[in-house]
């Protein structure tokens, strides 16, 4: 780097500008305070970046913005937004909260999934609804899969299927099966047992 060029321009009018100039790496930088705002400019051969304090407002444009930090803290009184136009990723080594005092909205366009490496538990004090609009799976490779309620009811508004290698339908109480139209009990042997069985 050769020799900078330095300036300062003092005016009641426009306050106070700061510039060095790097001619040899084609660099300028600039402070202007004009009694309003203090503007820092960093502009070279292909980008430019700004900071720009006023009273109520800081406005940082940059290519690209790092903190390298122990803790940062950010609070905000009113309506805060983070968006980002292209990939936004959020990443923590260690333990992560997701915390609202009202409504959590998760929501996207395309695919959604939530998955870990251990288990995965979803609950809810009050109910808890699920709702695929063209059709709902739940599968366990290994082990078991497992409803249990106070009541369970499983209704099809077409056809409901249940069906496995041995399929064994058990109550502790009354059993009953019914149908308004016909009903079928078929298989290649049929036993109807019972201290008591009533046909009819």
Not at 1 to 14: F, H, N, Q, R, S
Not at 32 to 58: A, H, L, N
Not at 60 to 76: G, P
């Amino acid at each position: 780097m050769g020799t900078l060029v330095c300036k300062i321009e003092l005016d009641k009018v426009k306050g106070i500008t700061v510039q060095v100039d790097n001619a040899d790496d084609q660099i300028t930088q600039t402070v202007v305070m004009d009694g309003t705002s203090i503007t820092i400019t960093v502009k070279g051969p292909q980008e430019t970046s700004t900071f720009v304090q006023k009273q109520d407002s800081i406005v940082v444009t940059v290519k690209d913005l790092t903190f390298d930090t122990d803790t940062i803290t950010m609070k905000s009184k009113g309506v805060s937004q983070w968006t980002s136009q292209d990939t936004l990723t959020v990443k923590s080594t260690k333990d992560m909260t997701f915390t609202s005092s009202a409504k959590l909205t998760q929501t996207a366009t395309s695919d959604a999934k939530l998955a870990s490496s251990a288990n995965v538990n979803i609950e809810a004090t009050s109910k808890l609804a699920m709702k695929g609009n063209m059709g709902a799976e739940m599968v366990t490779s290994g082990g078991e899969a497992k409803v249990d309620g106070v009541t369970l009811k499983l209704a099809g508004k077409t056809t409901a299927e249940m069906s496995g290698a041995m399929t064994k339908v058990t109550a502790t109480g009354k059993l009953d099966l019914e149908a308004s139209g016909m009903a079928n009990l078929k298989g290649s042997i049929t036993s109807v047992g019972g201290s008591l069985v009533k046909l009819g």
